[in-house]
């Protein structure tokens, strides 16, 4: 019997089979990564170790649109790559002990763990499973997020996205209208913003983001609240001999976007910031994005003047001595949420994924 699809559903089936596609895609590419890994092939792609980047950490929940759910894994994940990552012979050190480690001539391959952006279930769900095993970890605080000053377009979006049938916003040229009746036609609309943020004046692209939420009830200020802790909850969680917190910038812009003096700006102030919250400057910072696109040189330069030991991007990647020349531009392996296998956990920190798309 003919299945006959229409309109929107037939869009949100096609929306769905190509992004379908493109993670069984990744799946098998993982899948092979791993099969090269456990024959022994390829084992200078392990390099000494790996830093490992996280975002939220809670248990699974059904939301009506998740365009950021790559950001997002369970604690049981993060349980299971732990395990994963010691039954391999893993150390796990803290972040500000990677460059010692790699000046050394230790043989055990470590493993980092860093979380970005101070998200409250990184206190409620990821404490907890770091502490059942005793691994320490970073959290990167945006100081704009803890203040409540700045708000997290991502979230703004995902939110106002999930609940509206249309929307009217300039991109450049003109208010325009925009059909959101469909899965498919609210993930376009979620890339669609996503790439304005990255091509226009990102402040201002976020400022009217904000004021389109805001008139169709949606707070961005308060979704920061929700989701983020403050200086209360920063400074109680930094109590904890496993808890490092780092620098994050204030506004959480793309820094080589901005002038040199605002990049030093936003690097210097979120330092003092996270001094205040500890007693302690820190000696870490995470760019905001992280992408080739989002840094380069300059702020890696920016970075070590201001005294920063280790700075770290989101560019995949295991660490090796090659990266002692380059402390303020080091790599992250991302755990993404939408391939929480253990067996993945193992394929990327062989770095064979990332040594075959060099």
Same mark, same amino acid.
């Given at each position: 019997?003919?299945?006959?699809?229409?309109?929107?559903?037939?869009?949100?089936?096609?929306?769905?089979?190509?992004?379908?596609?493109?993670?069984?895609?990744?799946?098998?590419?993982?899948?092979?990564?791993?099969?090269?890994?456990?024959?022994?092939?390829?084992?200078?792609?392990?390099?000494?170790?790996?830093?490992?980047?996280?975002?939220?950490?809670?248990?699974?929940?059904?939301?009506?649109?998740?365009?950021?759910?790559?950001?997002?894994?369970?604690?049981?994940?993060?349980?299971?790559?732990?395990?994963?990552?010691?039954?391999?012979?893993?150390?796990?050190?803290?972040?500000?002990?990677?460059?010692?480690?790699?000046?050394?001539?230790?043989?055990?391959?470590?493993?980092?763990?860093?979380?970005?952006?101070?998200?409250?279930?990184?206190?409620?769900?990821?404490?907890?499973?770091?502490?059942?095993?005793?691994?320490?970890?970073?959290?990167?605080?945006?100081?704009?997020?803890?203040?409540?000053?700045?708000?997290?377009?991502?979230?703004?979006?995902?939110?106002?996205?999930?609940?509206?049938?249309?929307?009217?916003?300039?991109?450049?040229?003109?208010?325009?209208?925009?059909?959101?009746?469909?899965?498919?036609?609210?993930?376009?609309?979620?890339?669609?913003?996503?790439?304005?943020?990255?091509?226009?004046?990102?402040?201002?692209?976020?400022?009217?983001?904000?004021?389109?939420?805001?008139?169709?009830?949606?707070?961005?200020?308060?979704?920061?609240?929700?989701?983020?802790?403050?200086?209360?909850?920063? @400074?109680? !969680?930094?109590?904890? $001999?496993?808890? &490092? *917190?780092?620098?994050?910038?204030?506004?959480? +812009?793309?820094? %080589?976007? #901005?002038?040199?003096?605002?990049?030093?700006?936003?690097?210097?102030?979120?330092?003092?910031?996270?001094?205040?919250?500890?007693?302690?400057?820190?000696?870490?910072?995470?760019?905001?994005?992280?992408?080739?696109?989002?840094?380069?040189?300059?702020?890696?330069?920016?970075?070590?003047?201001?005294?920063?030991?280790?700075?770290?991007?989101?560019?995949?990647?295991?660490?090796?001595?090659?990266?002692? @020349?380059? !402390?303020?531009?080091? $790599?992250?392996? &991302? *755990?993404?949420?939408?391939?929480?296998?253990? +067996?993945?956990? %193992?394929? #990327?920190?062989?770095?064979?994924?990332?040594?075959?798309?060099?």
């Amino acid at each position: 019997m003919d299945v006959i699809v229409v309109g929107n559903t037939k869009a949100r089936l096609q929306a769905l089979w190509r992004r379908d596609i493109r993670r069984r895609l990744m799946a098998g590419g993982l899948d092979m990564a791993a099969a090269l890994a456990r024959a022994g092939m390829m084992v200078n792609a392990r390099g000494r170790g790996a830093i490992f980047t996280l975002h939220h950490v809670r248990p699974k929940q059904p939301r009506p649109l998740q365009p950021s759910g790559h950001l997002e894994v369970t604690p049981d994940f993060l349980a299971q790559a732990i395990e994963r990552l010691a039954a391999e012979g893993y150390e796990f050190i803290s972040l500000a002990e990677v460059p010692a480690r790699l000046a050394s001539q230790a043989k055990q391959p470590f493993a980092a763990f860093t979380l970005d952006d101070g998200y409250r279930n990184n206190a409620e769900h990821a404490l907890p499973v770091f502490a059942r095993y005793g691994v320490p970890f970073t959290i990167f605080v945006t100081r704009g997020f803890a203040e409540r000053t700045h708000s997290l377009w991502w979230e703004t979006l995902g939110d106002l996205l999930s609940q509206q049938a249309e929307l009217t916003f300039d991109f450049g040229s003109g208010p325009e209208v925009i059909d959101l009746t469909s899965e498919a036609r609210k993930f376009d609309a979620f890339d669609r913003f996503a790439d304005h943020v990255g091509a226009t004046d990102e402040a201002s692209a976020v400022s009217r983001i904000n004021a389109t939420a805001r008139r169709h009830g949606v707070e961005p200020l308060q979704i920061t609240a929700d989701l983020t802790m403050d200086a209360a909850e920063l @400074k109680a !969680l930094a109590q904890n $001999p496993l808890v &490092s *917190l780092g620098a994050h910038t204030i506004s959480h +812009r793309a820094l %080589s976007r #901005l002038s040199p003096e605002d990049a030093r700006t936003e690097m210097l102030h979120s330092a003092d910031y996270v001094q205040t919250l500890t007693g302690t400057r820190p000696t870490s910072m995470a760019y905001p994005y992280g992408t080739r696109r989002a840094i380069g040189e300059r702020d890696y330069a920016i970075a070590q003047e201001l005294g920063f030991a280790v700075a770290v991007t989101t560019q995949p990647g295991t660490l090796g001595d090659r990266h002692m @020349k380059q !402390l303020t531009g080091l $790599p992250r392996i &991302s *755990l993404n949420g939408f391939y929480q296998q253990s +067996r993945y956990v %193992s394929a #990327l920190a062989s770095g064979i994924p990332f040594a075959l798309v060099r």
